[in-house]
């Protein structure tokens, strides 16, 4: 599922995915390995259900930050890393989001202690607005990402 690194990997980038990341063919590996940037790809296993796969991605995970990206975005691979360093200033404080396509950036402690994605929601559900929602009701500052 994940790529072995060393332990002070600071960042997972989480993918769920129906069997199709096409996202995948915009992660640059090898800058993966010079930013200690850990790739998890969650396959959902017949489930329907995105925020199930996203919150196991983010339970192996072993960076502080992770950053939900979905299996269809299409973006550019240094845009993306520009602004994932640039939200590491302030993640203790907000949280980093894009709607379109759906992109995530949260400290994982915050994500685990307001215990992820609500998995009630069906497939293509809104369980994207909810936690962003959870997050602004818990005091985080939304900052939208330009992506």
Known sequence: MAEQLSSDVKISIIIPTIGNPMTVQ????????E???ELIIVEDKGWR???RTRNIGAAVAKGHILCF?????CFDFDELLAKIHEASKEIDKA??????PHILIIKR???LRLGGYDERYPPRGAEAVE??????NAGLELKMLDI
């Open 35 to 37: 930013n200690n940037i």
């Open 109 to 111: 402690e915050v994500f």
């Open 95 to 100: 949280f980093y989001w894009a709607d379109a």
């Open 49 to 51: 259900n995105a925020s």
């Open 26 to 33: 915009y992660i640059n590996s090898e800058k993966l390995k």
């Open 69 to 73: 990206i979905d299996d269809d975005a």
């Open 131 to 136: 936690i962003r929602e959870r997050l602004k």
